[in-house]
């Protein structure tokens, strides 16, 4: 499997910014799709946004203008820039890669263990 680590979360006042990152350690997987959930207390967990190898993006429509998904391919790494953050935004964040095989088949999905991510109003 691959391990995933994300970084960059923090508490932050609404209407600041904040960049998560996450990288991918080193294996002989490839990773199509990443992406970043989030999960606030109570709540199930939800898309925020997702990134092709080849760059397409998703957002929610919740996120949509405000947040930015970006990826290194040769790093490994997947960010998140949020912008204009809302007290709403306050989640667990978590970062997610789809594996394939060196054949190209897919084998599953990698976790990483989550972020937290508090906007004071």
């Known amino acids: 499997q691959v391990q995933l680590v994300e970084s960059g979360g923090g508490l932050v006042q609404a209407g600041g910014s904040l960049r998560l990152s996450c990288a991918a350690s080193?294996?002989?997987?490839?990773?199509?799709?990443m992406g970043w959930y989030r999960q606030a207390p109570g709540k199930q967990r939800e898309l925020v946004a997702t990134?092709?190898?080849?760059?397409?993006?998703n957002y929610a429509d919740s996120v949509k203008g405000r947040f930015t998904i970006s990826r290194d391919n040769a790093k490994n790494t997947v960010y998140l820039q949020m912008n204009s953050l809302k007290p709403e935004d306050t989640a667990v964040y978590y970062c997610?890669?789809?594996?394939?095989?060196?054949?190209?088949?897919?084998?599953?999905?990698?976790w990483g263990q989550g972020t937290q991510v508090t906007v004071s109003s």
């Open positions: 997610n890669a789809d594996l394939l095989l060196p054949t190209m088949r897919p084998i599953g999905t990698s």
């Open positions: 080193k294996s002989n997987f490839r990773i199509a799709t």
């Open positions: 990134i092709t190898s080849g760059g397409s993006t």
